[in-house]
Structures are given as structure tokens and as C-alpha cells.
């Protein structure tokens, strides 16, 4: 009985002894180094770290000097036999050429005067004639058509309806507008202008300048698809017939008279309640061009080799690219997304390298792997996965991944600054998700919320980050994540906005689950098949 006694309390003495071993680790995740890290990475001077772009491989160079100091192993080989921290890939993006408008003497350039919905393409520069087309309305109670042919011609139309001076709306002839007033109206009228054998469709969506840019703001993300990217070479289906949204100022050009005028005869139409459609008149010449382009672009990685476990793999993860720079010149700095997670990788990283000099390295092996192209489609780590594993899938234990951590969500504002949302723990693996809760139990005491781990989650954020690359080869994740917020692919997403000491120990959570994981004596098991 004595012997049991001794042997349960060496037990007991050991596992303290453990748990002091990986807080004394866990505390050189400090936020001053998070927060000095991430002033380098989401600097102007990166301009927003899109894929393929100089800032995004400046940003790849500061990265792998961090894992190279934290004498990190470079384990990509390259064709002359030689590793490096790079891990380089290809992108082919269809993406706009020369685009321009040319109308009185000027020439309009997208995105900076104009933006369109849809694809379509005009290789050369070819002439055209404009008319003005009212609101663009066609239907039983009011037709801008009716003693108009726009056959081969660009339309110049209004977003919305015609307006009485006393407040109705006429087609309504009342207060409340009709269908023509919708979102939807715009590709309605776009549908309806080409089927009548328009050329082109110009749509006036902003009155003056300041409006213009807070359309392009509102539809950047949208606009990004235009610029698609992949890792193969892709066809597009375009066609010959463009909607363009213009100014006010660039409608008057088009039709070849000046901003009062055309208000003039917007002003008849809401008058008389008729259309005044074929009233104004112009010329244009108009170039379209799509292209396609290969990128290069790249992940980087870093590895620290495990002892009695090192041919088994855990991946610690995050994106380090951004949405680069708006078309008003404005830089999308990305701090919260995901400067927050490639800081808190590299941290983690000099954390357990720290461990390893000193005697108290991993069992297991673990790769810091950050990514590029997510922005674009999570491209980086399908290249990873699906195309090039350097490390085998077949041996990777699991992928933490860590997205957007540091800054609090609209839904927490003024509840809480000590919560993290975990995703997808339970869903590969029931031990993963046992260790994650024990971890925080036991170190963090933070408040694990699981909102967006639900199957019904409408905005689908277990799909959207890396992880779901490893977790569609049925490899367990967890994917950590503070939340959306108003900055969210905006220009404020800045450092001044990030909670530190919230991205400190989230980053010490990783750290803590990943400490259990890669030292732990059984391999986590994959048990689960969840939604």
C-alpha cells in the first residue's frame, strides 16, 4: 500500500511537473511580441499582402526569417536538391486588361471611375452610339421603351423610379416604391435593356463622387471575383454586353451634354410622370479586355522534428495574405485578418522551439505552416493538401488553425473579452475535442463558444479558413476565431483595433492543446464523422 502510495504521488508530482514545464513555454507567448510582430506584417508598406503580389512575398520573407532565427527546420526541397522555408506554387487569374470608356474628350478608367456587373469582353476599341433611356422601365404601367429602339446602341439609365414632387412614386402613385426600387431592379433593367439588342448597359448609381467610392467600398469583395484565381487553368464564360455603374457626372459625358441638363431631364420625367426617354444623345469608344496572367506565390513552412513520435505531424496553421489595396488607394493592412493568426503561429512556434533547445522538445514532429491565396479561395493550403503534402497526410495527426483572433466580435461587444470560438473540434475526432476543453480548464479558463460549430450555421465558417483542407481529408482541426466584425476586409482593419492581451492567450490556448497533442502517448483517434 505504501509502494502505491509513493507510485500515485511520483504520478501526481509528474504531471505538476508537466504542467509547470508548459506554462514556464506558454508564458514567452507574450503580447508585446505578438503585437511587434504584427506592426511588421501589416504595415502600408506590406499594401495589404494580396496573393501574388510583392507585398505578399515581403511579407513570406519576414515570416521565414522569424522560423530560420528560431532555427525552425527548412524542409522544402527544391528541383537543385536544396530546402528552404518556400514553398512556391503558381496561380493562373483571368483577370481585366485595358479597361476604359472614352466620351467627350476623356477617358474613364475602371475601377477608379466605373464598376460592372457580370463578365463580358471587347477586345478593341470600338465606337458606339449612347441614348437616354429614362429609368430603364418596362412593364404595363410605365415603358421607357415604348418610342425607343436601342438596337446596337449603349443605354445611359437611372437606378430606381420615377418620383412626383409630392412624394409618390408613380408607377405606385403612392408612398411605397415598387419592384423597380430593389436591388434586384439594377440586373432587371441590365436584362431587359440587352434583350431590346442594347450594346452595352450604363446604369447611373451614384450622384456625385463621394457616393461613388462608397459604392466601390460596398462592392469590393464582389469585385474580387472578377480577378479569379485557381491552381489550374480555367476557362470563363463570358459574353459581349457589360453593366456598368457611373457617376452622374460620367452619364452627362456619355451622352455628350452636362450634369444640369441631364437633371433637367430627369426633373420632366417625375413632373409629368412620363417617360422622356431618347431626349439625349452621345458617342463613346470602349475597350474591355480580359487576360489571363500566372502569379507565383507561396506558404511557408517551418519544421521542429519530434523524438520518439517524430514520424507522426501536428500542424499549426494560419494565412498571412490580404486583400491588398483598393481601388481609391486605400490598404487593407489585414491585422485582425490573418496577421493575428501568422503572429500568433510564429509565437507559438518560438515557444516550442524554446522547448527543444532546452530538453524538452515535442515527441511528435510539428510543422508552422502559414499560407498564402486563402483570400483567393484557400488556395495556399489546397496546394498543401491536395497537390504538393510535403510531410505525409497519411501521418498528420491534426491542423489547429488559427483565423481572425484578438479583436472582438459585434456579438461580444460589451459582453465579453475573454472568449474564443472553436470550430470543428468535435467533428473529426471526440479526443480532440476532450483535450481542447481539458486545456483551457486546466491553463486558460477562457469561454469556448461553439456558435459557429453548428451545422446550421448560415454563414458557413467551418468551410471558409484553412483548416477545412486538412479536415476534408478527414485529418482533425479546430479552427479558433474571434468573430466578424465591422472592419472586416475594410482599410480599418488595422493594430490599433487588436486586443493583445485576448490574441495572447488565445495563442497560449493553441499552444496549450497542441503541448497535450504532440506528447501525448496514444495518436488521436479519428472517430467522428460530423456535419
Known amino acids: 500500500m505504501k509502494y502505491l502510495r509513493y507510485s500515485v504521488g511520483f504520478l501526481l508530482l509528474g504531471q505538476l511537473a508537466m504542467a509547470q514545464t508548459a506554462m514556464d513555454y506558454a508564458n514567452t507567448i507574450q503580447a508585446a511580441d505578438l503585437e511587434k510582430h504584427l506592426r511588421v506584417l501589416a504595415a ?54 485595358e479597361f476604359y470608356v472614352k466620351a467627350g474628350g476623356k477617358t474613364y478608367n475602371y475601377p477608379k471611375d466605373f464598376i460592372v456587373n457580370g463578365l463580358f469582353a471587347v477586345m478593341q476599341e470600338t465606337p458606339g452610339e449612347t441614348v437616354f433611356a429614362g429609368y430603364g422601365i418596362f412593364s404595363d404601367q410605365y415603358n421607357d421603351y415604348a418610342k425607343l429602339d436601342v438596337k446596337g446602341k449603349a443605354v445611359v439609365i437611372l437606378e430606381g423610379e420615377p418620383k412626383k414632387a409630392n412624394g409618390n412614386y408613380v408607377i405606385t402613385n403612392s408612398k411605397k416604391p415598387s419592384d423597380w426600387s430593389s436591388e434586384e431592379s439594377v440586373r432587371k433593367k441590365a ?52 453593366t456598368f455603374l457611373i457617376t452622374q457626372e460620367m452619364a452627362a459625358n456619355l451622352l455628350n451634354t452636362t450634369a ?43 519544421f521542429l522534428e519530434g523524438t520518439d513520435k517524430k514520424d507522426e505531424i501536428v500542424v499549426i496553421s494560419a494565412h498571412y495574405d490580404h486583400i491588398g489595396v483598393n481601388p481609391d488607394g486605400q490598404v487593407n493592412n489585414g491585422a485582425n485578418d490573418d496577421g493575428s493568426g501568422t503572429v500568433s503561429v510564429i509565437e507559438i512556434a518560438q515557444a516550442f522551439a524554446k522547448a527543444k533547445a532546452e530538453g524538452h522538445g515535442p515527441r511528435r514532429s510539428m510543422l508552422f505552416l502559414t499560407v498564402s491565396g486563402e483570400e483567393k479561395g484557400l488556395l495556399g493550403s489546397e496546394y498543401y493538401t491536395d497537390m504538393n503534402p510535403v510531410l505525409p497526410l497519411e501521418n498528420t495527426v491534426c491542423d489547429l488553425n488559427i483565423d481572425m483572433v484578438g479583436r472582438v466580435d459585434d456579438l461580444h461587444e460589451g459582453k ?30 477562457m469561454d469556448l463558444d461553439y456558435k459557429y460549430n453548428e451545422p446550421s450555421d ?69 472517430d467522428s464523422n460530423k456535419p
Open 260 to 302: 444640369p441638363k441631364l437633371q433637367s431631364a430627369v426633373a420632366k420625367i417625375n413632373k409629368t410622370g412620363k417617360p422622356n426617354s431618347g431626349v439625349l444623345k452621345g458617342k463613346i469608344s470602349l475597350k474591355a479586355e480580359r487576360k489571363d496572367e500566372i502569379l507565383e506565390s507561396s506558404n511557408v513552412l517551418g
Open 458 to 526: 448560415p454563414q458557413r465558417i467551418y468551410y471558409r479558413s484553412d483548416h477545412y483542407n486538412f479536415a476534408k481529408h478527414k485529418i482533425p482541426i479546430i479552427f479558433y476565431f474571434n468573430g466578424l466584425h465591422a472592419d472586416y476586409h475594410r482599410p480599418g482593419d488595422d493594430v490599433e483595433k487588436i486586443d493583445f492581451k485576448l490574441a495572447e492567450k488565445s495563442a497560449r490556448l493553441v499552444f496549450y492543446t497542441a503541448w497535450e497533442i504532440v506528447n501525448r502517448e496514444n495518436k488521436l483517434v479519428v
Open 191 to 242: 436584362i431587359i435593356a440587352k434583350d431590346k439588342g442594347a450594346e452595352q448597359v450604363f446604369i447611373v448609381s451614384a450622384e456625385s463622387p463621394e457616393a461613388y467610392r462608397q459604392l466601390v467600398a460596398q462592392r469590393t469583395a464582389l469585385m474580387g471575383r472578377f480577378n479569379r484565381m485557381s491552381l489550374k487553368p480555367s476557362m470563363e464564360k463570358i459574353g459581349a454586353v457589360g
Open 44 to 97: 502600408d508598406d506590406m499594401q495589404g499582402r494580396e496573393t501574388g503580389t510583392a507585398g505578399q512575398r515581403k511579407a513570406a520573407d519576414y515570416i521565414a526569417k522569424q522560423f530560420a532565427d528560431e532555427k525552425l527546420q527548412p524542409i522544402v526541397k527544391s528541383e537543385d536538391g536544396k530546402t528552404g522555408y518556400f514553398q512556391p506554387f503558381k496561380l493562373y487569374q483571368k483577370t481585366w486588361g
Open 416 to 445: 465579453s473579452d475573454n472568449y474564443i470560438y472553436v470550430i470543428g473540434s468535435d467533428k473529426l475526432s471526440s479526443e480532440l475535442h476532450q483535450i481542447s476543453e481539458e486545456a483551457n480548464r486546466k491553463y486558460t479558463m
